[in-house]
């Protein structure tokens, strides 16, 4: 990683910046995985740029390219072709060390799937991120933004499904990440539980100013981002922005 950014840093300059200084700039990102006859083109040519504070939300059917974007944006995976920048720093040409500490310190993973360790509890659970991030905030802390301060102590098994996802949340947002990305997060809830999951979300956008990116194949959805991208074969076929972010609870349900 070049010095202009150095690893320590990260954290520290998560939501600082212009407004206007994007966090993402991607032009031509395109990702093939496998050879000749077996190739197959995940993302063919994908252009944005994503900006602080931003709550964006990708939309589009099963193979359509969102979770590969995803994994792209986060670090997890490395372009076939084109330019991805976070913040100026090219993450095409980073190498595994150099995306670790990415990962580590500028990304806050949430997906379908909890991933919670069973015998630890909540707070226990967050502080395992908290240990190894710089600047971190208390578990205390992250649990009380997603609304579980009066649940601190109790192990995954006495909490619902939404009151786990929001510990995934907590966990995800203790290193005070630039950027939340979250795959799927509802899917596996109810939609009054998958409200209170998606408040959380929002309350950490708005409130640290992080760059939350959701996919999902909901398009209710839609009306809570400030803008919408449509994935379709691998491209961005529509982008939509909204004047007013709408209310999670005001979606039509």
């Known amino acids: 990683m070049p010095s202009a950014q150095p690893t320590s840093a ?3 300059s998560s939501v600082a910046g212009s407004a206007r200084e994007p966090v993402f700039q991607v032009r031509g990102l395109a990702r093939v995985y496998g050879e000749g006859s077996a190739a197959v083109t995940a993302l063919r040519g994908v252009d944005f740029e994503l900006f602080p504070g931003e709550l964006i939300v990708l939309l589009g059917a099963s193979g359509s390219g969102k979770s590969t974007l995803l994994n792209q944006l986060g670090g997890l995976d490395s372009p076939t072709r084109g330019t991805l920048l976070y913040r100026g720093w090219d993450l095409g040409s980073a190498d ?18 909890y991933n919670l360790i069973p015998s630890l ?11 190894i991030c710089h600047d971190p905030m208390a578990p205390e802390e992250a649990l009380e933004l997603v609304g579980l301060g009066a649940r601190l102590d109790h192990f995954p098994a006495q909490l619902s499904g939404g009151e786990q996802q929001r510990v995934a949340i907590a966990r995800a947002i203790a290193k005070r990440p630039a950027v939340l990305l979250c795959d799927e997060p509802t899917g596996a809830l109810d939609v009054q539980t998958g409200i209170t999951v998606l408040e959380a979300i929002e309350r950490i956008n708005r409130e640290l ?9 909901n398009a209710i959805l839609a009306d809570m981002a400030d803008r919408v991208f449509t994935l379709s074969d691998g491209r961005i076929v529509s982008e939509r922005t909204n004047p007013r972010r709408g209310s999670v609870r005001d979606l039509a349900w």
């Not at 100013?209 to 194949?217: C, D, R, S």
């Open 96 to 113: 595994e060390k150099e995306l670790t500490h990415f990962r580590r310190d500028a990304v806050g993973f949430v997906f379908q799937a």
């Open 10 to 12: 990260l954290s520290r």
């Open 209 to 217: 100013g992080t760059l939350a990116v959701i996919i999902t194949h």
């Open 121 to 131: 509890t909540a707070r226990e659970n967050v502080a395992l991120i908290t240990g």
